[in-house]
């Protein structure tokens, strides 16, 4: 049997999106950090009115893309 997301209303698994305090924690870094990299453009965010979400898929991208494997390699 196919899931359709149309049906329940849902957003599929890739568009779950986080909330800063989520992505802090996340991240292991205060919010105060957060912030500075919102305001830097380190890391990317989806506006919503005042709010502010991060697609949590992008920002897994993100870091898969930054990280450092042994050697150096990225």
Same mark, same amino acid.
């Given at each position: 049997?196919?899931?359709?997301? $149309?049906?329940?209303?849902?957003?599929?698994?890739?568009?779950?999106?986080?909330?800063?305090?989520?992505? *802090? !924690? &996340? @991240? %292991?870094?205060?919010?105060?950090?957060?912030?500075?990299?919102? $305001?830097?453009?380190?890391?990317?965010?989806?506006?919503?009115?005042?709010?502010?979400?991060?697609?949590? *898929? !992008? &920002? @897994? %991208?993100?870091?898969?893309?930054?990280?450092?494997?042994?050697?150096?390699?990225?």
């Amino acid at each position: 049997m196919t899931h359709n997301t $149309q049906d329940t209303g849902e957003l599929p698994t890739e568009a779950e999106f986080l909330t800063k305090p989520e992505v *802090a !924690a &996340l @991240l %292991r870094v205060s919010p105060r950090t957060l912030d500075t990299w919102l $305001q830097r453009g380190i890391i990317g965010h989806v506006r919503l009115g005042r709010s502010i979400r991060f697609s949590r *898929a !992008a &920002l @897994l %991208r993100q870091l898969e893309r930054q990280t450092i494997h042994a050697g150096g390699a990225r």
